[in-house]
């Protein structure tokens, strides 16, 4: 398991991108990646997506549409 608290946060959107990526590989080979952000456009990434607000579960939601480092979305059905 990776935890990852907003790993982007200081970085331009490039280096971001490549970050991303390198998760996506990482998840790809079968770990788990819990990661932290403010950023939407970074949370896209996700399968799934838990909003938070003030300590209390907002939503708990499946992203049906996963942005993939290259800037492509794949949708999953279901």
Same mark, same amino acid.
């Given at each position: %398991?990776?935890? +990852?608290?907003?790993?982007?946060? &200081?970085?331009?959107?490039?280096?971001?991108? $490549?970050?991303?990526?390198?998760?996506?590989? %990482?998840?790809?080979?079968? &770990?788990?990646?819990?990661?932290?952000?403010? $950023? $939407?456009?970074?949370?896209?990434? +996700?399968? !799934?997506?838990? !909003?938070?607000?003030?300590? !209390? %579960?907002?939503?708990?939601? !499946?992203?049906?549409?996963?942005?993939?480092? $290259?800037?492509?979305?794949?949708?999953?059905?279901?």
């Amino acid at each position: %398991i990776i935890l +990852a608290d907003e790993p982007t946060g &200081n970085l331009d959107s490039k280096t971001s991108v $490549e970050i991303m990526g390198l998760f996506q590989e %990482i998840h790809a080979k079968g &770990n788990t990646i819990i990661l932290v952000t403010h $950023e $939407e456009d970074i949370a896209k990434y +996700a399968h !799934r997506i838990v !909003r938070l607000k003030d300590g !209390r %579960i907002e939503s708990d939601e !499946r992203n049906h549409d996963i942005k993939t480092h $290259e800037g492509i979305s794949l949708s999953l059905d279901n």
